[in-house]
């Protein structure tokens, strides 16, 4: 372990010198909060515990200052591992369990170099490519409800005998171009372009409806990118007390045309909070708690041992855990309906369930009698149903991923001592980009809460991030944006900054792909897409349009720098 820390602490100092994109003196290696040397504060990303200092193309995958602290490197390391590598349909040995339906066989599959999902090319959409980090949304546009026919992340993979919920080879993606009020230019005559995109799943594509499953009403589709994993420890250090009192204040002070969301937040106090009371997630005898909800665009999701990273960890791959004893599907249970009557599935689920269960530690999984229909479709609907299945990830394991996923570190500010840096932050203030994309905050005592059980509150297992000043540009809060194709409610959080900038370098896409769907292909883009008249930015893009050339330049150049 003594020579990991050398290793790493050498390697952190070189890359300070190396591959920095500004000057300064090198940063402090201490414990507490706020920064030493000359550099501006805001240079430290995620504060003095939160930031890391490499800027190649692994920028993104950097343990934080926390993890060294905390002698956790070895439990890093190996949470990564299980982050990168692919899920396998074996039934034993290592990385067993994919499926018997999945999402994507591996957590990089869509966070390309740790970063922000691709955007999709024009054509089919193919989801096994790596960097593919969109998910398909099928949802009710009368009441903006996910169908409940589909898992909410809907599966495109199957482990044989079963089938795909999905056929991705019938999904389209089609890029459309989009003019807006300013027909696409700026005073001064420069122009940009605007793209959306459509993504069309035919009924035919879908397995349920082939096996005759009537779908009660029309339904819509769009796409949602994953966004960085990296410093969501660091987010989710940010308290409940702090995330209320932002909401409070916008409310009151009641600057953007479409307000807060009032299904989350009303008069001052929560609507709606996460809350996890699932039986099978909860510590027997406990009662669960309510967290504001923090992570994903729709606001989904509450603290980070329970939010998107953690529980994508089971459903994306549907690798069991001790407390996910159940596989991913959809709320209905259509797929395991129909799946269990399908001739095709029944006749191929003997050698299946003999690999997966050959002890028969499960006997309603095993049909008394494979030459009947019947018999066969009630043991097959009681394997996809069950909630007993085997564990197919160790608690050590799912351990090491949670200190690795919380221990991810934000990369500091480049181009800090750029004049045009400064002035672009400057400018990004001055026209009120900050009010939404509010710079700064101080994260509270960080006293994580695991609605799992794994983890006490304090627990030393996991690095902590108590009473530091970070920067990550968002104020938590969704905003209204009123784009073309909106993502599905309308309703966006405020997309993370900081990072942002590295995301061609880290990840080899082309372009910047920025916003939900990744629409934006470079920051103008982005910016110019917060336009709509009914936008809660519309005051905002108004003034950023209306600069001259040079200081358009600096507000991306700075943009892309934090």
């Known amino acids: 372990m003594d020579r990991i820390k050398l290793f790493t602490g050498a390697l952190l100092l070189c890359s300070v010198y190396s591959c920095s994109d500004s000057s300064g003196d090198v940063p402090g290696q201490g414990t507490g909060s706020g920064s030493t040397g000359k550099l501006p504060e805001w240079y430290y990303a995620g504060g003095e515990l939160g930031t890391s200092y490499l800027f190649t193309m692994n920028a993104l995958e950097q343990p934080s200052p926390a993890i060294e602290n905390a002698g956790l490197i070895e439990e890093f390391k190996s949470g990564e591992q299980l982050f990168e590598k692919p899920f396998m349909s074996n039934n034993s040995g290592v990385r067993k369990g994919l499926g018997p339906v999945y999402i994507r066989s ?45 898992a909410g992340m809907p599966q ?22 989009h003019i807006d009020q300013w027909d696409n230019t700026f005073p001064d005559g420069e122009t940009y372009e605007l793209q959306y995109p ?86 027997p005898g406990t009662t669960a708690e309510s967290h504001p909800l923090k992570f994903t ?4 999701r509450g603290p980070l041992l329970d939010a998107a990273g ?83 990830i160790s608690d050590e394991e799912y351990v090491d991923f949670v200190v690795w996923h919380r221990g991810l570190a934000v ?3 480049r181009n800090i001592d750029d004049p045009e840096v400064e002035r672009g932050k400057e400018i990004f203030e001055q026209i009120g980009c900050a009010y939404c994309h509010k710079p700064s905050w101080t994260t509270g005592d960080d006293e994580f809460y695991d609605p799992n059980g794994f983890f006490s509150k304090g627990d030393k297992r996991l690095p902590k991030y108590p009473n530091q000043k970070i920067w990550p540009y968002t104020d938590m809060v969704q905003h209204k944006l009123n784009m073309v194709n909106d993502i599905r409610t309308g309703w966006c959080r405020t997309t993370p900054l900081w990072g ?18 990744n629409r934006a292909r470079n920051v103008i883009e982005a910016i110019m897409w917060h336009g709509n008249e009914k936008s809660d930015a519309y005051q905002t893009v108004k003034k950023f349009r209306e600069l001259p050339k040079e200081d358009r330049d600096a507000v991306v150049k700075f943009i892309d720098s934090i």
């Not at 591996?106 to 970063?115: E, F, L, N, T």
């Not at 495109?156 to 171009?177: G, Q, R, Y």
């Open 156 to 177: 495109l993979h199957a482990v044989e005998p079963f089938k795909a919920p999905l056929d991705e080879s019938m999904i389209t993606v089609e890029w459309k171009n």
């Open 411 to 413: 990369p500091a500010v």
């Open 106 to 150: 591996s957590c990089i599959h869509c966070h390309p170099g740790y970063g922000h999902g691709k955007r999709l090319p024009q054509g089919q959409y193919e989801s096994n490519s790596i960097g593919n980090g969109t998910l398909l949304v099928v949802y009710y546009p009368d009441n903006d409800s996910y169908v409940p026919w589909l």
């Open 297 to 300: 665009y729709a606001l989904s």
């Open 500 to 517: 942002r900038g590295l995301h061609q370098r880290c990840t080899g896409s082309p372009t910047s792909d920025r916003l939900h769907d």
């Open 310 to 392: 953690t529980n994508a960890f089971w459903n994306i791959t549907n690798v069991t855990r001790s407390n996910r004893r159940y596989h991913y599907l959809d709320a209905e249970g259509t797929y395991a309906e129909y799946s269990s009557k399908d001739l095709d599935v029944q006749k191929g689920y003997k050698n299946f369930i003999e690999e997966v269960d050959p002890e028969k530690k499960h006997p309603e999984w095993h049909p008394s009698d494979y030459s009947d229909s019947q018999n066969v479709a009630e043991a097959i609907k009681s394997y996809l149903t069950s909630k007993e299945l085997d564990v197919e």
């Open 198 to 283: 459509e993504i069309n799943i035919p009924k035919e594509a879908i397995y349920v409806y082939n096996e005759g499953f009537e779908i009660p009403k029309d339904y819509e589709v769009r796409i949602e990118s994953t966004i960085g994993i990296y410093g969501t420890g660091l987010l989710d250090a940010i308290s409940d007390e702090d995330l209320k009192a932002e909401y409070a204040k916008q409310e009151k002070d009641g600057f953007l045309p479409n307000g807060i969301n009032p299904s989350i937040f009303k008069d001052g106090e929560w609507v709606k909070q996460y809350v996890n009371n699932r039986p099978t997630d909860l510590i």
